[in-house]
């Protein structure tokens, strides 16, 4: 697939302040990429560069192969956002609000189908200043979606909403990424990332500290999932894709790379034997555990 968002060594200073120091990577046509990373990691400001809002003090960015800075018109219809904290006119209906801006597209989406996909059909007819937080939200969502947009940023897309609204969106984001959308999401949701997210990119300080699928961010023996269970048999264990780790008492604690390899040794020996592993259970660990890990030490600046 084609790379349509394209970050290389990209640095932003704010006066003697680094936002973002030399950031690299890229997004393909109908693939989402979570960016994390702690409050004042450089996000915002990275996707700001990416919509043409700011001008980088270094490197280079292209979206759809054009400087976003000059892109222009053209770009411009062919990419939809969610910025983090958005000032549309609160005068206006929903359904006016949306309306007016995807006047500003030529392959537009009726505003019925722009309502409907985010669930906001109810309130149409409301002036937007008299939403709640979480509707505004969706609101925010709605319009990015007007423009039929071929990349689409969202920063922070689904803060505040509820649980259901919340999958809604996720329904919404997937389904874009079936239509060969490309998608740059921000969100402190790991849960939201690790559903969504082809790949992820963690920021730290401005810097980018990892890459990869949700799943496998990071790596490292440390991380290696854990299969538990306790000792009720005398049998010696099979040898196998793991490493024993001390632990209380009956408990069994088996530190493996391989967890599908080590689980199946450990499953078809006990069943030849017919011994029964009590409480057997296998935890991998949560992009959450890894996050935590690389972005220890974070801190606003
Ligand atoms: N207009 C500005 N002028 C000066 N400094 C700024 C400006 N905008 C952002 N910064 C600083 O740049 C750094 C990165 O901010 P940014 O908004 O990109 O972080 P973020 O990763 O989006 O954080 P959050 O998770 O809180 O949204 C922060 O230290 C912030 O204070
Ligand atoms: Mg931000």
């Known amino acids: 697939m084609r790379d349509v968002i394209e970050v290389h060594e990209l640095v932003k200073r704010y006066g003697s302040m680094t936002a973002v120091d030399g950031v690299s990577f890229s997004v393909a046509e109908g693939e989402v990429v979570g960016m994390l990373g702690p409050n004042g990691a450089g996000k915002t400001t990275t996707i700001e560069v990416l919509e043409g809002i700011r001008a980088p003090t270094g490197g280079q960015v292209r979206v759809l192969g054009h400087d976003p800075a000059r892109g222009g018109r053209h ?16 005068a206006l209906t929903v359904a006016e609000t949306i309306a007016l801006y995807a006047g500003f597209y030529r392959h537009r989406r009726p505003v019925a ?22 509707q505004r939200r969706r609101v925010d969502l709605a319009l990015a979606l007007a423009a039929r947009p071929r990349v689409l940023f969202l920063d922070e897309p689904t803060t505040g909403l509820d649980p259901a609204a919340r999958r809604r969106t996720w329904d ?6 079936g ?20 790949r992820v990119v963690v920021m730290h300080l401005g810097r ?4 990869g699928p949700p799943d496998r961010l990071g790596g490292g023996s440390e991380l290696a999932s854990r299969i538990t269970f306790r000792r009720t048999f005398t049998d010696e264990l099979p040898p196998g ?7 209380a008492g009956t408990t069994v604690v088996l530190a493996t790379e391989d967890a599908t390899e080590a689980m199946h040794a450990l ?23 890894r996050y935590l890990e690389l972005t220890e030490g974070g801190h606003d600046r």
Request: aromatic residues 4%; proline residues 2%; negative net charge.
């Open 179 to 198: 239509q060969g959308v490309a998608v740059l999401l921000t969100s402190h949701y790991l849960e939201e990332v690790q559903r969504l997210a082809d």
């Open 241 to 247: 894709p793991w490493e024993r780790l001390a632990a």
């Open 113 to 134: 189908e722009a309502l409907a996909e985010v669930d906001l059909e109810e309130c149409a007819g409301r002036r937007v200043a008299a939403l709640s937080g979480g």
């Open 267 to 289: 499953t078809s020996w006990a069943v030849d034997r017919g011994v029964e592993l009590e409480g057997l259970e296998l935890r991998r660990p949560s992009l959450e555990d």
């Open 208 to 211: 980018l500290v990892a890459e």
């Open 75 to 90: 770009l411009k219809t062919q990419v939809g956002v969610v910025l983090q904290s958005a000032g549309i006119d609160g």
């Open 172 to 177: 919404v984001i997937a389904g874009l990424r």
